[in-house]
């Protein structure tokens, strides 16, 4: 399943994308979470709950594809860098 999600500002934590998403219930989960379970940013393993996402970063999770947009709904950080400038 895809779906996109719409953040404020140009980056989000991992550990709160995870937590905002509903795939976990608290922060203190995050640690254990990311040790069991596979979660890929942009193609790639990622285990660090600090990871900076930014608008236009993919995250995968088992079948779950997040796909970060920004609140106007552009799919990468230069356009909304653009847009403000």
Not at 32 to 38: D, E, H, K, Q
């Amino acid at each position: 399943m895809k779906r996109d999600v719409r953040i404020r500002g140009d980056t989000i934590n991992l550990g709160q994308l995870l937590k905002l998403e509903g795939i976990i219930e608290s922060g203190a989960e995050v640690k254990a979470f990311l040790s069991t379970v596979p979660v890929w940013v942009n193609g790639e393993r990622e285990a660090r709950r600090g990871r900076k996402l930014h608008v236009g970063d993919i995250v995968r999770v088992d079948e779950l594809e997040l796909r970060l947009t920004s609140e106007d709904g552009r799919h990468t950080a230069t356009a909304v860098r653009a847009e403000s400038q």
